[in-house]
């Protein structure tokens, strides 16, 4: 499958006209001699775009994905608008991200980036931007293609070895409970945000995604984490982007064995973490799963649900509700901690 890359660095065309500033900023995001080679989520990636987020590997001759810098039309072949940004096909997927880039995730291997917006004389966005969709909706919607299931979570590894994870709604403190964990206790980092579980697997393996964390500045503050090599999140400014310490660390494949809903209790109860199972369970893993919306376009509901109800019977899978803020936040974790030294 051939994209509409371009091939030259020249503020000129070819026949001596001047090129667009559009079509310099296409040119300016690629790097066409050179080929960088990471592992991310389960995938072996073959990137004509630098990801200093991810972990780099030897060069190879097979690779899952590759992702190439190019020209997306603004209208998917055979596809159907969602919304204003989205449009979806039988094996592909179109985001146009506003002021950032379009994006064409398509069969499952192959992601084109085009950081031409609409308004030419535009600013373009900066590098880092264009990355955190890239490596969050686009690699998720991917990771659907091929029928593996993206879960939105924050993932550490207890001194124990087993792997816990922490889900809920925007805000619920996923990040939060995991970089406390880290930097007081020294759990090992795995993922933020987003990890993979394949259904084919035996066990259910988590495969993690870029380990960088997202916590608001107040939490950074509380725990005197340092703004060194913090990126703005690009909705909310007080959020920011940290990179964990082992970063560069090649990710354990481990299986998953428990994972927390968290939830907010009321001023002054007690924490309490409860094991949930049967139907309960299986509601909890579908709410947990990213952006939900693009797998039942690419997997059909009922092996969505299949693969739910099996991953359900391979977890514990617990409600955790506490009072909300930082100010107890170890007290708070004791039932967590009190499981973990058992698990």
């Not at 200093?52 to 001759?61: G, Q, T």
């Not at 980036?113 to 966005?125: I, M």
């Not at 709410?287 to 359900?312: H, N, S, V, W």
Request: glycine share 6%; with cysteine; hydrophobic share 40%.
């Amino acid at each position: 499958m051939s994209d509409s890359r371009c091939h030259s660095t020249s503020p000129v065309s070819p026949n001596g006209n001047d090129i667009s500033a559009n079509d310099q900023r296409c040119r300016a995001q690629q790097h066409p001699d050179e080929r960088y080679y990471y592992s991310t989520y389960g995938f072996t990636v073959v990137s004509h775009i630098p990801l200093p987020e991810l972990v780099s590997i030897a060069p190879c001759e097979q690779f899952d994905i590759e992702i190439v810098a190019g020209s997306v039309d603004p209208t998917l072949l055979n596809g159907r608008q969602v919304n204003r940004w989205l449009q979806m096909g039988d094996d592909q997927c179109q985001m146009w991200i506003e002021g950032i880039a379009n994006y064409r995730v398509e069969q499952g291997r192959r992601i084109v980036v085009d950081r031409r917006v609409k308004e030419p004389l535009a600013e373009a966005a900066s590098p880092a931007d264009v990355r955190v969709y890239l490596l969050g909706s686009a690699l998720g919607v991917l990771a659907y293609q091929r029928g593996w299931l993206p879960l939105h979570i924050n993932a550490v590894q207890a001194p124990s070895g087993a792997l816990w994870a922490f889900t809920g709604h925007s805000g619920a403190g996923k990040s939060t409970m995991g970089a406390w964990l880290h930097t007081r206790l020294g759990w090992s980092q795995i993922t933020d945000d987003v990890a993979v579980v394949k259904p084919e697997d035996q066990v259910p393996l988590l495969y993690a995604g870029p380990r960088k964390i997202k916590l608001w500045k107040e939490t950074m503050e509380a725990l005197q984490i340092g703004m060194e090599g913090a990126q703005r999140d690009l909705s909310r400014a007080d959020k920011f982007h940290i990179p964990a310490s082992n970063t560069r660390e090649v990710p354990i494949l481990a299986p998953l064995q428990h994972l927390v809903i968290l939830e907010r209790g009321d001023e002054g109860s007690q924490p309490s973490l409860t094991e949930v199972f049967g139907d309960e369970a299986v509601v909890m893993l579908l709410d947990t799963l990213y952006r939900a919306e693009f797998g039942r376009e690419f997997m059909a509901p009922e092996k969505i649900l299949q693969a739910c109800e099996r991953l359900a019977m391979q977890l514990h899978i617990y409600r955790y509700s506490r009072p909300w803020g930082l100010a107890d936040i170890e007290k708070n974790l004791a039932p967590i901690l009190k499981k973990a030294k058992l698990s």
